[in-house]
C-alpha cells in the first residue's frame, strides 16, 4: 500500500522557517521524482518545488525560489521542504507527490500524500 504522510506544518510569524518532512513507503522511493505542492481553498494546487530521484536535480516556482529548499534521503525513504523567509502569501495546505515521470504539473504524479497546513501569521 502505497503512502505519502507529511508532517511538520504548524503556525509560523512572518519570517520564521519550518521544515516540511514527507515520508514514503509502499514504493520504490529512490526510483521516484517527488515533488511539492500547494493549495489555498478555492484555488488550484500549485507547484512549488521537485527533485529528481537522485536529488541531483532541482527546480522551485518563481514565488519560493531562493527561499525554499528540496531535498531528499533515499536511505530514509523522505523528502523536505526547508522554507525559509516565510511570508502571508505562503498560507497554503501542503503536498507531497511522486511520480515516475518529472514535471511541474500535477497530473504528471502518481501518488499523494494528505497535507500538511502551513499558516504564516503577519
Known amino acids: 500500500q502505497v503512502q505519502l504522510v507529511e508532517t511538520g506544518g504548524g503556525l509560523v510569524q512572518a519570517g520564521g522557517s519550518l521544515r516540511l518532512s514527507c515520508a514514503a513507503s509502499g514504493f520504490t522511493f529512490s526510483a521516484y521524482t517527488m515533488g511539492w505542492f500547494r493549495q489555498a481553498p478555492g484555488k488550484e494546487r500549485e507547484f512549488v518545488a521537485i527533485?529528481?530521484?537522485?536529488?541531483?536535480?532541482?527546480d522551485y516556482a518563481a514565488s519560493v525560489r531562493g527561499r525554499f529548499t528540496i531535498s531528499r534521503d533515499n536511505a530514509k525513504n523522505t523528502v523536505y521542504l526547508q522554507m525559509n523567509s516565510l511570508n502571508p502569501e505562503d498560507t497554503d495546505v501542503y503536498y507531497c507527490?511522486?511520480?515516475?515521470?518529472?514535471?511541474?504539473?500535477?497530473?504528471?504524479?502518481?501518488?499523494w500524500g494528505q497535507g500538511t497546513q502551513v499558516t504564516v501569521s503577519s
Open positions: 507527490a511522486g511520480g515516475q515521470r518529472s514535471g511541474r504539473l500535477k497530473e504528471v504524479y502518481d501518488y
Open positions: 527533485i529528481n530521484w537522485s536529488g541531483g536535480a532541482t
